[in-house]
């Protein structure tokens, strides 16, 4: 009987993925008559399908969200460390003993 049950739900799900998967295409295709012909034409119907299908599978979303945060720490990283060095150009040249800017240094 549990077998019967597993696989009403694998036909339920696949039905509701297939259902879904139609409407992505059915979106992408919306999108797709938007643009000029030159573009509409290397955009096949099998292009939009698998497109449509990567989108079904969470895979890209979770690959596009670690990019996300990879672009938000390079971008922390890089603003403390321009932070620190106008502190350093502001302070005094340790090695001179002269505050910058100096006329003599430029």
Not at 20 to 26: E, G
Not at 65 to 93: C, D, M, P
Not at 103 to 106: A, R, T, V, W
């Given at each position: 009987?549990?077998?019967?049950?597993?696989?009403?739900?694998?036909?339920?799900?696949?039905?509701?993925?297939?259902e879904?998967?139609?409407?992505?295409?059915?979106a992408?295709?919306?999108?797709?008559?938007?643009?000029?012909?030159?573009?509409?034409?290397?955009?096949?119907?099998?292009?939009?399908?698998?497109?449509?299908?990567?989108?079904?599978?969470?895979?890209?979303?979770?690959?596009?969200?670690?990019?996300?945060?990879?672009?938000?720490?390079?971008?922390?990283?890089?603003?403390?460390?321009?932070?620190?060095?106008?502190?350093?150009?502001?302070?005094?040249?340790?090695?001179?003993?002269?505050?910058?800017?100096h006329?003599?240094?430029?």
């Open positions: 009987m549990e077998r019967y049950a597993g696989s009403l739900e694998e036909s339920v799900d696949g039905a509701r993925q297939q879904r998967h139609y409407q992505l295409l059915s992408l295709q919306s999108l797709v008559k938007e643009l000029p012909s030159s573009f509409q034409q290397r955009l096949s119907y099998t292009t939009l399908s698998d497109l449509a299908l990567a989108l079904l599978d969470g895979t890209v979303f979770e690959i596009v969200q670690g990019l996300l945060e990879i672009q938000h720490l390079t971008e922390k990283s890089l603003y403390n460390q321009r932070l620190r060095l106008q502190n350093e150009h502001r302070g005094a040249n340790p090695l001179l003993g002269i505050p910058f800017p006329p003599l240094l430029n």
